[in-house]
Structure formats: C-alpha cells, structure tokens
C-alpha cells in the first residue's frame, strides 16, 4: 500500500495510512487507529465462504443464510427520533493495492470467457476465479471489508452524514461465533477501481438463484476497520443473588448407565462432574441423573471440560 490513499470528491472525506485513518465528521476531523481482522475470524469467514461454494457446487435449489457474508450494517440517523438504521448487506474483501488491477482484470477475464455459457454451466469457472482471490491471505488487504450501494437511501444519505458505520456478524449454532466491527466509511464512486473490484465481485454471481439481479451499482462503501468487539455469548459466573429459577434440593438418583459414563473419567475429577451434573440436572428441574441427562449436561457446561473423557 502507498503510505496515504486519498480520493477527492464531493463524499465524505477519509484519508487512510498503514495504521491509521482521518475521517471528516460533523465536529471536524477525528484521527482513529484502522486494525486487521484478527486471524481467528478469517479462518471463520474463510469456512463459511468454503461451505457456501459447495452447496453452490451441489447445485442446491437454495442455500442456507450465509452469515459471513451478510452482516448487519448499524449507521446513525442524525436528528432522528429513532436513532439508528440496521439492514443486512453482502460484504467482501478488498486487494491490496499492488494487487487490486490484477484482480480486476482476471474477474473481467472470467466474466468474458463465460460470456454466451448457461450460468449454471459457468459457475465452476466463477467460483474457481473467486476462490482463488478470496483464500490468497497473500493478497487481501484485510482491514478493510466492502459492499455496494444499491438504493440510495437510508443507509447512503446517513454515511454521507456521518461516515461511521457497525458490522455485526453472527454465525450458526452451536458456537454462535458473533463480532462487531466498529469501522469509518469511504464511499467510492463508480470511477474508483476499488468500486470496479465490488461491483465485478458482485456480478460474478449476479443471476444466481440467491441474488436479486440488479441494473447499476453506484457507489461502493469501504468499511476501514478500527475496532473489533468480540461478541460471542458465553456462560457466565453464577450470582446465587441474581438466580431467579427454582432450585431442587435433596439426593439426586443416578441410573448405572450414567454411572459407569462418569467412572471412565480419571478418578481425581469424578466428584467435580458429578457435582458439575447435578448442578445442572437441579437448574433444570431432573430427578433423576441418566445417561441422556449427563450428556445434555456435558454440551451445556463448560465449567468441566475435563469430563469429555467420561462419554
């Protein structure tokens, strides 16, 4: 990358370096840090993108919510007595700079040859091209995620406001895999090659079954990354003053099948599972501890990782 990129126009004003960005907002211009997508959450991103290619493969009437993909945008509408928009949007990477003509011009190249193909007899040729730019660590710039503007509308006229903007992501059970990606917004018109790269990226697929085909794309929206919030639920530490659910008190009877399960486990961190079951069995209103109880209890509790080796 250059050490500034800078795009003059009548949008909102973002000048950004390695680390850092200038965005001009309503108050004057702020300086904030721009960050990388943490490592972690590409792998996530890159499984879900890999799972979404092979149902496309399967030639799946339809495919699952591609919760990588489709991220809720949060922007804030100034003056509004309902202060805050949210809409789902299909975000992307972006190539670094030294890469971004090349990119272009293999998506362009992919989108020729097909040209005249039945779309669904392209689109080996087009998930391959995609492929190989979306898993290439190598040449993805990633602290920066992209989208286009299709509507102009709510979302449009509040980045042109105030171009700050929220990416929630969330996945699927059972890990729920959930982040915010606090970002300043560039918007890049349609004489901008980064918008050239997301509307090619978008028009690879554009008359699939899961796209709303549409005539033009004018504007693309760079979302510079500036903080990532983790925000996968997790179970908490118990406040005995804050449980409001019945508790069952007395012995708890143990089927021999759940028995013989926990005796499989090293003897030094029986007594912790077995109070860690009960525990559980008790929340849940169980008088009994059997071989399903214990498994339920199992997946629902991380607070004995240690009794996996019982089942």
Known sequence: MSAVLKYESQLPSISVEA???????PDGPTRMPVTPLPGHLIDWMEEGRRGMYNRLKGKEDSVEFFSQHL??????????????????????????EEYLEEYIERYRETMERTRGIAWEDSLEQR??????????????DYRCLTSLEIFEKRTFNNLLQLPLASLHYTGHCPSYTSFQLNCGVEIAGQDDPRHTFIMLSRTMFEYDSFHIAQPQFPYAYLFWISEVQDKTPHRVEEQPDKVQYLQQK?????????????????????QHIRETVEKYARERGFSEITLKVLQEAKSNSNECPAHKNSS
Not at 19 to 25: F, H, S, T, Y
Not at 127 to 140: D, M, P, Y
């Open 127 to 140: 998930l391959e091209t995609v492929a190989e730019f979306n898993f290439n660590r190598e040449v993805i």
């Open 71 to 96: 991220p809720v945008l949060v922007t804030q509408s100034l003056n509004s007595v309902f202060p805050f928009n949210c809409g789902n949007k299909g975000v992307g990477f972006l190539p670094k």
């Open 19 to 25: 680390n850092a960005m200038a965005v001009d907002l």
């Open 250 to 270: 007395g012995e708890m009877n143990w089927q021999k099948e759940a028995i013989s399960s926990i005796n499989r486990a090293p003897g030094m961190i029986r």
